[in-house]
Structure formats: C-alpha cells, structure tokens
C-alpha cells in the first residue's frame, strides 16, 4: 500500500510519482525506436551474398548456399584464384583456398 511508503506522506507527493514514470517510459520507448530504426536500416543495407548465376541477393550465406543447392545444381561460379578448381559455393572455394592452398 502506498499509504505505508516513506516519501508518500501527502497527497502532493503521491500525485507527481505517475507523471515521473511516464516520462521515463515515453525516454524509453523513444530510445528503444531509435535503436530498431538503426539496426533495421543496417540490416537492409548489409545484403551482401549475391547470386553469381541470377543475381538474387540474400541476407544470409546459409541462404544463398540453399538457393545455389536447389536451384542452380552443377553450377561452378567460385573459381580458384591458384589453381583450375572450381565450386559452387563461395564457401567451399575459401575452405579449399584454406586447406590447399595455405
């Protein structure tokens, strides 16, 4: 209750606290909007793994690795840049480059 709280002795003080929090929330909550603005709009701008063959982009690798899988199998478009190898997927030319070559 309240009424049993130190600094709550009158009215006029219990009255101030509500109007207190809320601004604190509205800081909040405006902050917090900032922040997802600013993490979505580096998100959209991190779209990086592209498509060798049709050009479609994806924000993530696993995802252009499927796509590649599913709908461009048998293509080879990473190529060794130290022997003819070739690979499907950007990440198998790097662990090759890794293994191979290093």
């Known amino acids: 209750d ?3 709280l130190p ?9 101030d606290v509500p109007i207190i929090i ?3 929330l509205d800081k909040v ?4 909007v900032k922040h997802v603005k600013k993490k979505t709009t580096e998100k959209e701008k991190n779209i990086s793994h592209n498509c060798n063959t049709c050009g ?3 924000k993530r690798n ?11 199998p048998g293509v080879k478009n990473f190529h060794c840049d130290h022997c003819e190898k070739t690979f499907s997927t950007a990440g198998s030319k790097d662990t ?5 070559h290093s």
Not at 29 to 32: A, L, R
Not at 62 to 72: A, C, P, T, V, Y
Request: no cysteine; glycine share 2%; proline share 0%.
């Open 2 to 4: 309240s009424d049993n």
């Open 7 to 15: 600094g709550f002795e009158d009215d006029a003080n219990r009255k």
């Open 22 to 24: 809320s601004n604190k």
């Open 29 to 32: 909550q405006e902050e917090m």
């Open 56 to 58: 479609l982009d994806f």
């Open 62 to 72: 696993k995802h252009l690795s499927l796509h590649i899988k599913q709908e461009h």
């Open 96 to 100: 090759h480059i890794q293994t191979v």
